[in-house]
Antibody
Framework: QVQLVQSGAEVKRPGASVKLSCKAS????????IHWVRQAPGQGLEWMAIIHPSSGTINYAQKLQGRVAMTRDTSSSTVYLDLSGLVSEDTAIYYC????????????????WGQGTMVTVSS | NFVLTQPHSVSESPGKTITISCTRS????????VQWHQQRPGSVPITVIYEDDRRPSGVPDRFSGSIDSSSNSASLTISGLKTEDEADYYC?????????FGGGTKLTVL
């Protein structure tokens, strides 16, 4: 089954760090970029970062530079997102989603999303 | 980085047609593909339009997309509105390895 499965909900104190995971299965991991997108309660979608699973090339949203790190483990087809210096504004649902790195019939950007991980930052 | 601006909300009656605009603040809308994503309350977003005007398998042909270089904007049109179309709609594009979402438009079908 083609899917992205994310780790479970997290509750963190302000100033702490959180590490989220996104495990891909059912498709060739190296053929798709993985993005992280978040959504604060009642707010819109915010793009955070992208990684190419094969090369490891990463790009981050300028707003998050210095606080965010994206890594991957090709052996387990898993991508990770580390977010440090948490503040209440980081409270959101965090989604991973894929984006074709090669042209292929039937695929398109953001064609598959993880189920989302709720991160709550509260003292 | 550029900004994608959408109307905050639109509403229309079942059976009618609506168009949601998405205006790019800088750079050309024609330079990078635009996608449109639908998000119903409590659900994960799904793509309804990709590469400006292409429709994924399973998305009704009531959904269509276009771009207009003269206004530097993209549009999502939904015809024959159904109550099930009620959702938030987000445009999305990218440039210089940065991806951007519009602020979202809440569609109410009343």
């Amino acid at each position: 089954q083609v899917q992205l499965v994310q780790s479970g909900a997290e509750v963190k104190r302000p100033g702490a760090s959180v590490k989220l995971s996104c495990k891909a299965s059912g498709y060739t991991f190296s053929n798709f970029y993985i993005h992280w997108v978040r959504q604060a309660p009642g707010q819109g979608l915010e793009w955070m970062a992208i990684i190419h699973p094969s090369s490891g090339t990463i790009n981050y949203a300028q707003k998050l530079q210095g606080r965010v790190a994206m890594t991957r483990d090709t052996s387990s087809s898993t991508v990770y997102l580390d977010l440090s210096g948490l503040v209440s504004e980081d409270t959101a649902i965090y989604y991973c989603t894929r984006d074709p790195a090669i042209v292929a019939t039937g695929t398109y950007p953001f064609d598959l999303w993880g189920q989302g991980t709720m991160v709550t930052v509260s003292s | 980085n550029f900004v994608l601006t959408q109307p905050h909300s639109v509403s229309e009656s079942p059976g009618k047609t609506i168009t949601i605009s998405c205006t790019r603040s800088s750079g050309s809308v024609a330079d990078n593909y635009v996608q449109w994503h639908q998000q119903r309350p409590g659900s994960v977003p799904i793509t309804v339009i990709y590469e400006d005007d292409r429709r994924p398998s399973g998305v009704p042909d009531r959904f269509s997309g276009s771009i207009d270089s003269s206004s530097n904007s993209a549009s999502l049109t939904i015809s024959g509105l159904k109550t099930e179309d009620e959702a938030d709609y987000y445009c999305q594009s990218h440039d210089n390895n940065k991806w951007v979402f519009g602020g979202g438009t809440k569609l109410t079908v009343l």
